[in-house]
């Protein structure tokens, strides 16, 4: 009995290990993504979505609102567990990122 209970403990820690690692990458990932310095996102939501989103497998979810990037009052950025950025919604997200850094003073 004992040794299941150890075997059990060391399985879930090992679990916690690499889901603690691969949301570190996700979100290393997002502020990559999101440049530097990142805009206002405003509330930030983070799930693990085990079904996906969509046609996609496992994915994290970061969605933030209200954001202060122009045309997108909420954002939603999927990245793979391995940190890989999959998609946005709004789907063209890069580029009113990339205009929001690049806006002239």
Same mark, same amino acid.
């Given at each position: 009995?004992?040794?299941?209970?150890?075997?059990?403990?060391?399985? +879930?820690? %090992?679990?916690?290990?690499?889901? /603690? @690692?691969?949301?570190?990458?996700? !979100?290393?990932?997002?502020?990559?993504?999101?440049?530097?310095?990142?805009?206002?996102?405003?509330?930030?939501?983070?799930?693990?979505?085990?079904?996906?989103?969509?046609?996609?497998?496992?994915?994290?979810?970061? +969605?933030? %609102?209200?954001?202060?990037?122009? /045309? @997108?009052?909420?954002?939603?950025? !999927?990245?793979?567990?391995?940190?890989?950025?999959?998609?946005?919604?709004?789907?063209?997200?890069?580029?009113?990122?990339?205009?929001?850094?690049?806006?002239?003073?």
């Amino acid at each position: 009995m004992a040794r299941l209970i150890w075997l059990t403990f060391w399985l +879930a820690l %090992g679990a916690a290990l690499v889901s /603690g @690692a691969s949301w570190a990458a996700a !979100y290393y990932n997002l502020g990559i993504f999101l440049g530097a310095p990142p805009p206002q996102m405003g509330t930030q939501h983070t799930a693990f979505l085990w079904e996906g989103s969509g046609q996609r497998n496992k994915v994290w979810q970061f +969605a933030f %609102g209200p954001t202060s990037i122009p /045309g @997108a009052p909420s954002v939603r950025i !999927y990245i793979s567990p391995t940190g890989k950025v999959v998609a946005t919604e709004p789907g063209d997200l890069p580029q009113r990122i990339n205009a929001f850094h690049n806006k002239p003073y």
